[in-house]
């Protein structure tokens, strides 16, 4: 399994931006597709993008599409999540996420967690 740790969460005013790292250590990070997932209090956890394992192909939700992007470094082992133009509904703990495969959109395939971080949007 590859080892996952997210950074870059916090509070934002709505219209600001974060971005999201996530660190990977262990099997080959490049092997992975990767993805964001994020889950609101209450909510189940949703599928916010994938990015498969060259960078070459990307995917996003409706609802952050235009406004997140979702990007690479495999050199670093590292996914990124680029958020702009946040909205209080953005409001949520994001996990990055090793995927089975670049179309698992389903908390159930994937191969490994991180322990979330906090964004918090405020209106």
């Known amino acids: 399994q590859v080892q996952l740790v997210e950074s870059g969460g916090g509070l934002v005013q709505a219209g600001g931006s974060l971005r999201l790292s996530c660190a990977a250590s262990?099997?080959?990070?490049?092997?992975?597709?990767m993805g964001w997932f994020r889950q609101a209090p209450g909510k189940e956890r949703e599928f916010v993008a994938a990015?498969?394992?060259?960078?070459?192909?990307?995917s996003y939700a409706d609802s952050v599409k235009g406004r997140f992007t979702i990007s690479r470094d495999n050199a670093k082992t590292t996914v990124y999540l680029q958020m702009n133009s946040l909205k209080p509904e953005d409001t949520a703990v994001y996990y990055c996420?090793?995927?089975?495969?670049?179309?698992?959109?389903?908390?159930?395939?994937?191969?490994?967690w991180g322990q979330g971080t906090q964004v918090t949007v405020s209106s």
């Open positions: 262990g099997r080959t990070f490049s092997n992975y597709a």
């Open positions: 996420a090793a995927l089975l495969g670049y179309y698992s959109r389903s908390p159930r395939d994937i191969t490994s």
């Open positions: 990015i498969n394992r060259s960078g070459s192909s990307l």
